[in-house]
């Protein structure tokens, strides 16, 4: 009764379940798949930024290879620090230790939760959501 995937292990399960020495990976605990972000550096810059500036409820200064992701690809977060920094969303400062760090720009809060909107949640999509639905509508009532 090899069958391959999770839907065989389900099946394995309900047929008479996984025994403890079972080599197969469980349903449970063996996945090793990490989530996926498809987040622009810029969304994960803010994010994490965002994230510590509420439990702290204030300003933290962060230095940028903290971030996720930052060490994975430095260059593309460098320009996405670099273009929120011009679009003053962060402010760049020294650290304790003389080191760059970052900070959300307290003045800016409503900038960067609207760039922290979830596509679904803006206005734009909704005007074009009632639009396409009063055409159809037009068109189903000729």
Request: hydrophobic share 40%.
């Amino acid at each position: 009764m090899a069958l391959l995937g999770s839907g065989g292990v389900l099946l394995q399960l309900l047929a008479g379940g996984l025994r403890s020495d079972d080599s197969r990976q469980s349903i449970f605990h063996g996945s090793t798949r990490t989530r996926r972000t498809t987040m622009s550096p810029r969304k994960t810059i803010l994010r994490e930024l965002s994230r510590q500036y509420e439990q702290s409820s204030g300003q933290v200064l962060t230095r940028p290879g903290e971030i996720r992701g930052f060490g994975k690809d430095p260059e593309k977060y460098q320009k996405a620090v670099n273009k929120l920094l011009q679009d003053r969303l962060i402010e760049g400062r020294k650290d304790g230790e003389g080191h760059m760090a970052l900070a959300l720009n307290g003045h800016r809060m409503g900038d960067v939760q609207r760039e922290l909107r979830p596509f679904w949640a803006r206005p734009a999509l909704w005007a074009a959501v009632v639009l396409v639905a009063v055409a159809v509508g037009a068109g189903f009532a000729i």
